[in-house]
Structures are given as C-alpha cells and as structure tokens.
C-alpha cells in the first residue's frame, strides 16, 4: 500500500517540514502533498524546499487555484520544480470557488496549456481536485490524477468510473486529528466537519453520502459521541492500527493513494512525532 502525507502550512513551518520530509522519505512515504490553505505560505515554494530535502520521494501541490499565478509564471515554476527534481513534482490543480460546467472546462483547457508549452521531453503529471463525478470523470480525461477529499471509502466506490486507466491515480486525502488530550482532538474534528458542511460542495458531497445530517446534528461543547458514519470519514487520536485499517478499506474501495492528511495540535515536538511515528510504524511500499 503506497501512502501520502499531507503538509499543513497551517499545522507545519517551513523549519519543521524541512526537517519532516528527509523522515518520510526515508520511511517509504510515496508522496508528500502542500494544500493551499492560506496566504501564509506559497505552497510552491514549500514544495521546492522539500524537493531540495529529499531525492526520491515524489512532492506536490495539493492543490493551488489556477488564479493564484499567472499561467506563464505556473508554466515557468513548473518547468523549474519538474525538471529541477528530476521529474518528482506533481502539479495539483483545483477550480477554488468557481463551480459549474464552465470551471471544469477551464482547468481542463489549462492542464492542456500548460502540456503544451512544456519545453521538457517528459510531460508533468497534472492532478485535479474533485469533489462530484462529474469533476472525477474530467480527471480521467484530460489530467494524470485526482485528489478526493474528506469522504468515505462507499463514496469512493460510488462515483468512481468504471474502466479507468492503469496509469491514472486516484488519490484520496484522510483527515485526521490529533491532539494530547482526547477531547481536543473530537472537538478538532467536529469543528472541521462542520465547516466544511458550510460550503456548499462540500454540504453536497456530504448529503450524497448521507452525512449531512449527522454533521449538522455535532455540537462542539460536546464531543463525547461522534456518530459510526462519521468514523467513516475521519478520525480523532487514531492508533496505527486504527490508521492502517482506515486506509486499507480507502484502497479496497478504489483509492490508488490514500494521503494521511494530519491535523495536530501542541507544542512542535508533539506534531513532528505523530507525523514521525505514522510514517514509522504503517505498513507501505515505497
């Protein structure tokens, strides 16, 4: 089972994901993945910077909005982190807040673009976020790869296509929260279920799943019984067993990739060691 990881800008500095990412890949960590979560940090750069700590283990955005950059800056930046790391970087890409037919056929057009004036003998691989089938059926088409998000592995297998190339993956990332103390960690998961139920994607995505009213049924000032379904989903303060069986029902449900997505809280030693130890300790390939 090839396993990602999830970098948080928000959870991880640039100081503590320099010194991480040589650990993964040293524990066979297939990929390690930069979502854009805020002006904090350009996930690019810290992209580049784990390309330059690591010389095996694949790195990628996960994913940036096409109007974030300039397509001849993209281009440029993705000539530069491609061919710099000897074809490691991956190039995530979503619709950010455009929706609709129109958005789909835009970042279809861009992967083509950006292909086509790629001056490299190998083409980079281009992932798409995707929530909805329709947006995973694109993927198939015009890009190498899709990244899911905060499902559950029935979702997986309910909008997967049938027949799908050997050669695309699909990824899928699973969040998970951690914490010293148990209940922070439940309310940590709560409170990002319920944010997430706020957009409206996402509150779709989780009505087709049959979620929705159990999110919307979670209250924050307790955290005591988070409902079977939602287990599905997420989990709070996981053990590795736990962790590994998440992720092998993720990969009997369809997911090439799981990506273990870690939200922590605490001091930096704290953080680094969960990150560490799931590295360590769950079964994978490299």
Do not use: Q
């Not at 061919?83 to 083509?112: D, P």
């Not at 699973?174 to 139920?197: H, I």
């Not at 005591?224 to 449900?253: C, H, Q, W, Y």
Request: net charge neutral; aromatic share 8%.
């Amino acid at each position: 089972m090839k396993i990602g990881v999830a970098l948080r800008s928000t959870v991880f500095d640039p100081r503590s994901i320099a010194k991480l990412v040589p650990v993964l890949e040293e524990s066979g960590v297939d990929s390690v993945w930069f979502p854009s979560v805020g002006p904090a940090f350009d996930c690019l750069d810290m992209c580049g910077i784990s390309l330059g700590a690591t010389s095996t283990m694949r790195v990628g955005t996960g994913v940036i909005k096409p109007t974030t950059y300039a397509p001849s800056l993209l281009l440029a930046r993705l000539h530069t982190l491609y061919a710099g790391s000897g074809g490691r970087f991956i190039l995530g890409l979503g619709t950010g807040s455009s929706i609709g037919a129109s958005a789909i056929e835009g970042l279809a057009a861009l992967a083509k673009n950006l292909r086509e004036g790629y001056a490299g003998k190998d083409e980079p691989p281009i992932y798409f976020a995707a929530l909805r089938a329709r947006m995973l059926r694109a993927a198939y088409a015009a890009a190498d790869g899709a990244i899911l998000n905060f499902c559950s592995p029935s979702y997986v297998r309910s909008i997967k296509p049938k027949g799908a190339s050997k050669d695309f993956t699909l990824a899928c990332y699973v969040k998970l929260f951690f914490a010293e103390r148990e209940e922070a960690a439940r309310r940590m998961l709560v409170d990002e279920m319920k944010t997430y139920n706020s957009f409206p994607a996402y509150h779709a995505m989780f009505d087709k799943m049959g979620a929705s009213d159990a999110i919307e049924g979670l209250d924050s000032g307790s955290t005591t019984s988070i409902p079977k379904n939602l287990l599905e989903i997420s989990l709070a303060n996981p053990d590795v067993d736990e962790v590994s069986a998440m992720l092998r029902r993720f990969v009997g449900a369809g997911v090439d990739l799981p990506i273990i997505y870690p939200y922590v809280t605490g001091g930096e030693e704290y953080k680094v060691g969960v990150v560490e130890r799931l590295a360590a300790e769950l079964p994978h390939e490299s």
